[in-house]
């Protein structure tokens, strides 16, 4: 894989100074696809505490989004091909956020385009492995399958677990949607 040198100058700043994956890419729309990668395997998402409202309302917001996107996310028609990927995550976001009538009916979404943070926690969501050199084998072949076939995820089938690590990524990354406006975290 080729990284060039003025990203590994900036991955190498970044781990000295303890900077995690959002801090470092923030702001810079013009990244490649690559970066994302590469972040991912170093640098755990942030894990910062967002600002959601804590009441019994906002358990059953998040409670209902990580249902609804869990079962879209394994339903029949997005497991047939054998991969949830990243590009029927994002139909998934647009969906949910269009079903609380918060984006307007045009808008378009892409994953390339979501903050870092969400790209991350969706391929550490894949890759979930604890041990780095496996975490690593396991983003190094998301990037190739995205490099071959412009599409990577979770692949169906494969692992008993795929329902879990789906709704738990569906979890970890709702504050961070909430945040970006695509769903609701409190009342109407």
Known sequence: MRVTIKYLSLLISAISLGVDGSQLLRGSRRRLQDDV???AIYHEPSQKSRRVQSTTNSLHLHNDYVAACSTYLTSPEVTEDGIISQHEFVD????????EEICPK?????????????QMKFIRGICYQEDFVDRSRCIYGLHEMWLDENMFGF???EDDDTQSLVQNMCSE????????????????
């Open 173 to 188: 990354i709702y504050p961070d949607i909430g945040q970006l406006g695509l769903t609701r975290t409190a009342g109407k």
């Open 155 to 157: 692949r169906t089938g």
């Open 106 to 118: 045009k808008m378009k979404l892409n994953f390339e385009k979501l903050d870092v943070n969400v």
């Open 37 to 39: 990668f590469n972040v």
């Open 92 to 99: 998934f976001l647009l969906n949910q956020c269009h079903f």
